[in-house]
């Protein structure tokens, strides 16, 4: 019994459609159409929506040291008048990795330790 009370009340309402809105007019409903149509095309060309990059979670192991280069530039940069996550601390390095140049670069990986030691 329960059961079909619960389907009662969980199923839709059948919905009546007035008389007056079903015999409206072929011109209005044209016209209505037309006006649509155009405030569509005029929203698709003010303001097209640029389409978010996909987003990648990752995990990694780090120094202690260098972690801590990571709390110090996120202090520099809050003492700058432009509080950053890490994320962004982190995505700011790469950015500057990639605009170096091939030496520099290779220079600057070299400089690094092993972050694990390798397996034996």
């Known amino acids: 019994m ?3 009370t619960r389907a009662a009340r969980t199923a839709p309402a059948k919905r009546t459609t007035p008389a007056k809105k ?10 209505a159409k037309a006006v649509q149509a155009t405030t569509k095309a005029g929203k698709a060309a003010a ?7 996909k987003l990648v979670r990752d995990s990694f192991t780090i120094p202690k040291t260098e972690y801590a280069v990571l709390e110090e530039l996120k202090a520099r940069a809050a003492r700058l008048g432009r509080p950053a996550k890490k994320s962004e601390v982190l995505r700011a390095g790469v950015q500057a990795l ?11 990986v ?5 972050a694990r030691p390798a397996k034996a």
Do not use: E, I
Not at 110 to 114: F, G, I, N, R, W
């Open 98 to 108: 990639a605009a170096m140049a091939d030496a520099a670069f290779l220079a600057t």
């Open 110 to 114: 070299d400089k690094l330790a092993p």
């Open 2 to 4: 329960a059961t079909a």
């Open 22 to 31: 079903q015999a409206a007019p072929a011109a209005a409903a044209g016209q």
């Open 47 to 53: 303001s097209p929506k640029a389409k978010k990059p």
